[in-house]
């Protein structure tokens, strides 16, 4: 059985930084690809950032370009997203999901994830 844990969020103020790390465990059979998604309270769960599982292509939300960074560890099957000038309206739960499967995905927004994790609070105060 596949796990996925999240864990690094916190409570932190704007424009402060945070990296949340999603580590894949169990019998990963051909993992595709791995994405970031948030829910803030209220609100629908909205895609922050994708990542292929070989690192070549990733994929940000316009609300979060050029301030949130996806990233795998190689030697490790652990993704993470580091987060650099956070605004109040980060404020989520943020999740991880796993895709598996051959071939290359071709939106990781709208790509049917087949593992989740449980999610990690993130808080950003003004």
């Known amino acids: 059985q596949v796990q996925l844990v999240e864990s690094g969020g916190g409570l932190v103020q704007a424009g402060e930084s945070l990296r949340l790390s999603c580590a894949a465990s169990?019998?990963?059979?051909?993992?595709?690809?791995v994405g970031w998604f948030r829910q803030a309270p209220g609100k629908e769960r909205e895609f922050a950032a994708g990542?292929?599982?070989?690192?070549?292509?990733?994929d940000y939300a316009d609300s979060v370009k050029g301030r949130f960074t996806i990233f795998r560890d190689n030697t490790k099957t652990t993704v993470y997203l580091q987060m650099n000038t956070l605004k109040p309206e980060d404020t989520a739960v943020y999740y991880c999901?796993?895709?598996?499967?051959?071939?290359?995905?071709?939106?990781?927004?709208?790509?049917?994830?087949?593992?989740w994790g449980q999610g990690t609070q993130v808080t950003v105060s003004s």
């Open positions: 999901a796993l895709d598996v499967g051959y071939g290359r995905s071709s939106n990781f927004e709208k790509t049917l994830y087949d593992y």
């Open positions: 169990g019998r990963i059979l051909n993992p595709r690809t």
């Open positions: 990542i292929s599982w070989t690192g070549a292509r990733t």
